[in-house]
């Protein structure tokens, strides 16, 4: 049997070399691969084939002796037929106009000719071996060719592709019906993503090409994604466009471009896909739509930028200083040529490099006199000349390495500094949002002026200029930039420095401004501390490593770029820039902005749950604190690691601290019954249970919390306390005794509050089964509780009499004493010792019990006690 198939997702290209290929094969079936695109669906309905096409399910693969393969060369793109590719005994035919391809399937026959279609390929074939046509296949042959021309005007189009199609006129190839066949009016849905598309659009310039790269997402969209390539270079006039959907497990990438010097087959070739020089696409499984961008400008810039040497960027001549010269004399050298960085060169070896940061600490602490060789930094990398500059930005990244000797042999013979690496970064990759004009960063200056205090703002301004002085570049990043755009009241504030030691810059400025500095080496991190108690987190722009799923990370110095990419979620990686010449420019190098505007929650990379699992629970929290939805990719990642026990390798502690800071939110309600539901929660306690009741008793203790926080009390309540008392319900007292331990809950009144726990539940049974009649009975039960206890019991009463009467002592028998103090009942009369505090123990209780209210009531009634006293002695 012969059979004659293409590739999945069939076009109309497809059909037509089919049903052409039968001309040749008049014994053959012809039969779909997989798919069939929408457009092709349609015009089926209407149409009177020649032949029938049929479906895989229809055929005995084991009698398939010669198969036909047109349109496709790959066994990845023909389905079930894959399986039989290398059978013993099979021939196979091909018939394609692509370019060759890797792993390329090979045939006993191959026609390969690089026309705009396949469909030409076998039109001329036809031509020459005197074949006569119907009307119909004449009309489907020439919406084949103009399909994959562009009618007859895409740069792939060749002078074949002309000869191909005056041959079929004569047929009465009916070019009407073709416009009808290949016109696509978009759907309500299909506009929407269209228009989100054209909104997402970024403008990158690689080498000398501009390159447009848009964005969406597929999870309502069902259509053929190649229409909107089509429509988006129609409309915007775009040479050369990658467009990237997202369908939640994968990334499809279509791109067309009708520049000569862009080969979008061969780019998308690189990444696994294929096509021609001006339409090409590719399907990236188990990847971001940010992962994917990322691999694509990568194979952007090998192809588009001509590889760069050290000797093209370094500055010369170099500017050098001997091991013995002074470091005073270190410093004017310096200044005069306004450097911040120096090679020691000693007898023409290098010996170290020497900074401006390290001479003016040394200066300071008086060592004018001291030699270079003292303090110079010996171990040193150095490149050649020959170096690419993506061999010294890894250099310089792992290194932290302010400037690198450039050697031609054993010669020094030139410098890189951190700024030649700027400017060649500016030069050669710019993203820049369509439509800004020339200006081409986004600036937040009024709303930083409008959500900020003034006296923060001129701080971060202040600190923007030390850091430039210093040779850094200093942004705010985090949630308060986030929160920023989303005009929310936030001011929890971290500042990243590039390009230097945030600790560093963190005791600069603060020896400027009075401040006190709490540093932490290992994360490379400090806390700029005001007189008011007002922190600010300064840390170093760094890339984090993990040793092992879960572990705390190892820390790294690097880019501003890289030390985003290690964020959470992609909503976070926003930055501020805080240096003079560029203050308020808003940097996203990841699409949050989008994000934000769509309300939705990504991970920028599929491992972000493994390196830390408790990033789960903070998507569940910022879901619900923003009413964002969580893209459907990022939600089976959480399930996944969920599933596979990553949660588990965190440590309880760590976990916990996630917890806490959902407790901590207006609502947390929902927030720990999706976490529950996700099976995150079992991993604080396995017997932890969630149901109607324990959801009501949540809703509870919430408003009871309110309640308290409005009263104004000195005494303020840890209000996770009293959410993990309701949250571990079900366990027994030795097994939250030892969750305790295992969170290291520390403190005699937090252990007091959970190890209360059941004295508190049997005082709450006496309340409400009415054995509390008088106000110093009510006293007496609740005075050994702390005040998250009593909110607790509050919470768990569903009688209202009974939050009455807890709320009474709290409000009012808590914080009741006698008037009379000890020394005023020694003045009376009454002995030194144990009956001094008995009496105002029994004064208390009366004035609980409202039968004293003044301080000559409690005076008589002192003065009574000494009376009995004195009788029964």
Known sequence: MEVITSHINADFDTLASMIAARRLYPGARLVWSGSIERALTTALKGLDLPCAVEKPSDIDMDSVERLILVDVRHASRIGPFAGIVGRQGLDIHIYDHHPEVTGAIRGSVEVIKPYGSTATVLSLLLKERGFELTSIEATLFMAGIYEDTGNLTYRSTTMADYEAAAFLFPFGADLS????MLRHELSPSEVALLNDLLQSRMIYTVGDVDVSIVEGSLDEYRGEISTLAEKITEVGGVKNLFMLVDSGDRVHVVARSSESRVDVGAVLRELGGGGHKGAASVTLKGVTVIQARERLLVVLKEMLVPVRRAEEIMSFPPITVTPVAGLKEVLVIMRRYNVNALPVVDSGDISGVITRQVVDKALYHGLDNAAVSDYMMTECETVDVS??????????VKHGQRLLPVERGDELVGVITRTDLLKLLQEELSATPAGTGSSRMRHVTGLMSEKLPEWLVEVLKEAGTVAERMGMKLYLVGGVVRDLLLRRENLDIDIVVEGGDGIEFAREFASEKGLHVRAHSRFKTAVLVFPDGFKIDVATARLEYYEKPGSLPTIEQSSLKLDLYRRDFIINTLAVALHPSGFGGLIDFFGAQKDLKEHRIRVLHNLSFVEDPTRAVRA?????????????HTL??????????????????RLFDEFKHVFAEESPTRTVKRLYELGVVKFIHPSIEWN??????????RDTLVWYRLLYRDEEAEEWLVFLLVLTGPLTESELVALAEELKVSGRRRLNVLGSRGAALRALGRIENGAVGTGSTLYNLCRPFPVETLIYMMARSEGEATREAISHYITRLGSESSLLRGSDLITMGVSEGPEVGTILEKILALRLDGEIESIEQEREFVLKQIDKLDTSE
Do not use: P
């Open 177 to 180: 019906l073709v416009s009808e």
């Open 387 to 396: 170096t690419s500059v993506d061999e010294i930005r890894d250099k310089v």
């Open 620 to 632: 569940i929290r910022f879901s619900e604190k923003f009413g964002f939805k969580i893209d459907r």
């Open 636 to 653: 089976n990642l959480i399930r996944n690691a969920v599933k596979s026990g990553l949660v588990g390798n965190v440590s309880a502690i």
């Open 692 to 701: 109607g009741s324990v959801e009501a008793l949540f809703e509870r203790a």
